[in-house]
C-alpha cells in the first residue's frame, strides 16, 4: 500500500458546486495533515492544516480527518473557476517525521 | 515578507555541464529540502538538511549533491546533467505548519 494515495483525477465539477477531494494514508501513527493547491507550472502552496478528528473550516475550504478510518478530505463550497488546479494531500508521518505528499487530484471547476 | 527564493526560474544546459541551483529563506527554518516533480509521478524528495552541515538522502539521490554551510541557503548541485534529470525542482523549508516552497526551477539538459 503507497503511503499516501490520493485519486489522479481529473474530477469535474460544476461552478457553485461542492467539490470533495479525498486522500488515504498507511502511518497509522500520523498526527499532521495538509492540503496543498498547486497551479500547472506553479509551486504548491498550504490551504490547509488539520490535527484533530473532525472538521476545520476556513472561508469555502473544510478539512476533514478520520485517523480511525485513516482518511483526509478537502471540500471545497461554491466552487470557482479559479479553484482549478491540482491539490496535494501531505501527510507527516509518525515512524520518521518525514512529510510525505500524495500525487495530487486534478481539479477542474465547469464554468 | 516569508520567502524562499530560488534562482534561476528557467535553465537549459547540456549534458556533462556542471550545474548550481540556488535556495535561499528568510524565515530561520532549520530544515530545508529538495524536490524533483515529474509528470505522474508526484513529488519526490531529492535530499534534505535539518540544520547546518546535517545533510540526507531522500528518495532519489542520484546524481545530485547538496551543501548546508549557513542556515538560510542550501543549493542543489548537479555536477554531470542528464537529461533524465529534466525536471521541475522545488526547494522547500518545513516549519511548524508545513513546507513553504519557492517557486520553482525548471530544468531541460539536452
Known amino acids: 500500500q503507497k503511503e499516501v494515495e490520493q485519486n489522479s483525477g481529473p474530477l469535474s465539477v460544476p461552478e457553485g458546486a461542492i467539490a470533495s477531494l479525498n486522500c488515504t494514508y498507511s502511518d497509522r501513527g500520523s498526527q499532521s495533515f495538509f492540503w496543498y493547491r498547486q497551479y500547472s507550472g506553479k509551486s504548491p502552496e498550504l490551504i490547509m492544516s488539520i490535527y484533530s478528528n473532525g472538521d476545520k473550516e476556513d472561508g469555502r475550504f473544510t478539512a476533514q480527518l478520520n485517523k480511525a478510518s485513516q482518511y483526509v478530505s478537502l471540500l471545497i463550497r461554491d466552487s470557482q473557476p479559479s479553484d482549478s488546479a491540482t491539490y496535494l494531500c501531505?501527510?507527516?508521518?509518525?515512524?520518521?517525521?518525514?512529510?510525505?505528499f500524495g500525487k495530487g487530484t486534478r481539479l477542474h471547476i465547469l464554468p | 515578507e516569508a520567502q524562499v527564493t530560488q534562482n534561476p526560474r528557467y535553465l537549459i544546459t547540456v549534458t556533462g555541464k556542471k550545474l548550481t541551483v540556488t535556495c535561499s529563506q528568510n524565515m530561520n527554518h532549520e530544515y530545508m529540502s529538495w524536490y524533483r516533480q515529474d509528470p505522474g509521478l508526484g513529488l519526490r524528495q531529492i535530499y534534505y538538511s535539518m540544520n547546518v552541515e546535517v545533510t540526507d538522502k531522500g528518495d532519489v539521490p542520484e546524481g545530485y549533491k547538496v551543501s548546508r554551510k549557513e542556515k538560510r541557503n542550501f543549493p542543489l548541485i548537479l555536477e554531470s546533467p542528464s537529461p533524465n534529470q529534466t525536471s521541475l525542482y522545488f526547494c522547500?523549508?518545513?516549519?511548524?505548519?508545513?513546507?513553504?516552497f519557492g517557486s520553482g526551477t525548471r530544468l531541460t539538459v539536452v
Open positions: 501531505a501527510v507527516n508521518l509518525y515512524r520518521d517525521d518525514k512529510i510525505i
Open positions: 522547500a523549508t518545513r516549519g511548524l505548519y508545513g513546507y513553504t
